[in-house]
């Protein structure tokens, strides 16, 4: 790789990935129907805000490494929000099953949301620049959207009185954080093999560039 940052940004994205798979391994939660953050009240729930932190530390050097490439003016900036919610998600735990909503729950609640927001967001931009991954962050960044609709649609039916367990809320929040972990990682391979193409609007308008004439001696 010809980037420090990225590669570190790799081992990063790969051991927080990693940490997560083993949270989901060592744990006896329902991936179904428990929520992500609940792993905090596991024996093993250290891991969660590990996998979080080394995340956010990935996403972080992306976004050094692509405001150095110019990759995009809001991309680096949403990689950078998406990193400072990991941090508080990790920082600031979910209430305990059964327990009413407290400032804890409450910043890890809409730091989720925020972040969840970003990484699409981001993808998105990058994707408009063109280049080798454009398709799949496009694609990647609608899913991560629609996806996210479906983690909310149980907050919605409790608002209005319906069961919200007629939706495996686990597995929506999961497919979620999947996707946007995948976008991360293709925002990472994108600043490492270039800045992509710049969009078939930008490269007409230099192409049709009149070329000033040479001035004639006398």
Known sequence: ?????????????VSGAAAMAALH??????????????????????LLPLSLTLLAVGSALFAVDMARRRMGRAAAPLLGGWSVCMLLIGAFPTDAPGMSLSM????HRYAAFAAF?????????????GGR??????ALSYAA??????????????MFG????????????RLVVVTEVVILALLGLTAVTGRGRRPAAARAAVQDRPV?????RV
């Not at 391994?25 to 009240?41: F, H, K, N, Q």
């Not at 991954?133 to 496009?138: D, E, V």
């Not at 319906?162 to 929040?173: E, H, K, N, R, W």
Request: aromatic share 6%; with cysteine.
């Open 117 to 129: 927001v970003c990484m699409p967001a981001a993808g998105l931009v990058v994707a408009a620049r």
């Open 133 to 138: 991954h454009a398709r799949a962050l496009r």
């Open 145 to 158: 959207g629609v996806f996210l609709v479906l983690v909310l649609v149980p907050y919605a039916m409790r």
């Open 104 to 107: 804890s729950g409450g910043i």
């Open 1 to 13: 790789m010809n980037s420090r940052l990225t590669a570190g940004g790799f081992a990063a994205l």
């Open 162 to 173: 319906l069961d919200p367990g007629a939706v495996p809320a686990g597995l929506t929040q």
């Open 25 to 46: 391994v060592v744990s006896d939660l329902d991936p179904l129907r428990g929520m992500i953050s609940e792993y905090a009240y596991h024996p093993n729930g250290w």
């Open 212 to 216: 000033s004439a040479v001035p004639q």
